[in-house]
Nanobody, 126 residues
Framework: QLQFVESGGGLVQPGGSLRLSCAASGFSFDSYAIGWFRQAPGKDREGVSCVSSSGGSTNYADAVKGRFTISRDNAKKTVYLQMNSLRPEDTAVYYC???????????????????WGQGTQVTVSS
């Protein structure tokens, strides 16, 4: 069964950095694009970034472009999200999800996805 375990979150000051990891199991990892999504308190889940199955193509939400970098290691079945220059508005629980392609990466994809892991909490605060 498709499963994700997210880790690497924590409390960081504005301007700081964190590296999130998403370990996958139960499916053909290198056949799927992987997206990072986040959900802040009282808000809907939103797309943050997506990486293609090969790792050769990436997408970013406008809010994180230039600050976040997504990557993947297919041998380890793990996707990473390097987050730099963090802002208080980045505070959320971060999740990853599998997609057939990053062309489907959107906030609305999150609304219909049913295989969420437990997520990892990121809090940006002084």
């Amino acid at each position: 069964q498709l499963q994700f375990v997210e880790s690497g979150g924590g409390l960081v000051q504005p301007g700081g950095s964190l590296r999130l990891s998403c370990a996958a199991s139960g499916f053909s990892f290198d056949s799927y694009a992987i997206g990072w999504f986040r959900q802040a308190p009282g808000k809907d889940r939103e797309g943050v970034s997506c990486v293609s199955s090969s790792g050769g193509s990436t997408n970013y939400a406008d809010a994180v472009k230039g600050r976040f970098t997504i990557s993947r290691d297919n041998a380890k079945k793990t996707v990473y999200l390097q987050m730099n220059s963090l802002r208080p508005e980045d505070t959320a629980v971060y999740y990853c999800a599998a997609l057939r392609s990053c062309i489907y990466f959107s906030d609305s994809y999150a609304a219909t996805y049913n295989y969420w892991g437990q997520g990892t909490q990121v809090t940006v605060s002084s």
